[in-house]
């Protein structure tokens, strides 16, 4: 009786967690690790493969931004990428990993943020 329960709770984990990807596989959610960048009118972004990507809350107006600086390592929940530049995307989930300081976002990244007036100089 015991292994019969344990089995089906196994199954229904496992069953979840398909559902769940192909939930996010059919929605464009995907999930990425970089660091946050905190310009200056606000406006929160996580450098993804050396790009910065502006976030913003899919729905609803709470800040789901945790108390972040710029070089903090983050997790996120978002939509697909726009892309322009910097790129855009949707936030479901933010989770700060560590701390961090500028030293943290390539140099090149914050050098064109500057040039578009996102940072200052």
């Not at 939930?23 to 993804?48: E, Q, W």
């Not at 789901?64 to 989930?93: N, R, W």
């Not at 989770?95 to 030293?103: A, P």
């Amino acid at each position: 009786m015991k292994k019969r329960i344990l089995l089906i709770s196994l199954l229904s984990v496992v069953l979840i967690l398909i559902l769940g990807i192909l939930f996010m596989a059919k929605n464009s959610i995907s999930f990425s690790t970089g660091a946050c960048i905190v310009a200056d009118n606000g406006r929160h972004l996580i450098v993804i493969d050396h790009s910065p990507v502006a976030m913003h809350r899919v729905s609803g107006e709470e800040s789901i931004f945790p108390d972040l600086d710029t070089g903090d390592k983050i997790f996120v929940i978002h939509d697909g990428v726009a892309e322009s530049y910097p790129g855009k995307t949707g936030v479901y989930f933010i989770l700060k990993l560590s701390d961090g300081d500028i030293n943290d976002v390539p140099a090149e990244v914050i050098s064109q943020l500057r040039e578009l007036g996102w940072l200052a100089r």
